[in-house]
Nanobody, 122 residues
């Protein structure tokens, strides 16, 4: 069992940066791949980025590759999503999730956090 808690969201102006954190409980966190997804009002939850269990592999949505970076620190049981050059279209609730593989689909993940709101003003 893994419990996930996101933090770091907030209100930022367009062009600004934020780093989201996903803190996990449980000693087996390093056994899981971790993904970030986001959901804007009235839209489906969409894939943002994922990182493999050992941190050696990352997968970022093509349209976000030049602005978003994912990393993990297993000593701290935390995965980070660094976001720069933020746009109003990035406004959404951001969720982290843990699963066996870093597949860009919600169904691949077994455990989910409660989400953190990111709002980008124009």
């Amino acid at each position: 069992q893994v419990q996930l808690v996101e933090s770091g969201g907030g209100l930022v102006q367009a062009g600004g940066s934020l780093t989201l954190s996903c803190a996990a409980s449980g000693r087996t966190f390093s056994s899981y791949a971790v993904g970030w997804f986001r959901q804007a009002p009235g839209k489906e939850r969409e894939f943002v980025a994922a990182i493999s269990r050992d941190g050696g592999g990352t997968y970022i949505e093509d349209s976000l590759k030049d602005r978003f970076t994912i990393s993990r620190d297993d000593a701290k049981n935390t995965v980070f999503l660094q976001m720069k050059s933020l746009k109003p279209d990035d406004t959404a609730v951001y969720y982290c999730a843990a699963g066996a593989t870093m597949w860009p689909r919600t169904g691949a993940y077994d455990y989910w956090g409660q989400g953190t709101q990111v709002t980008v003003s124009s």
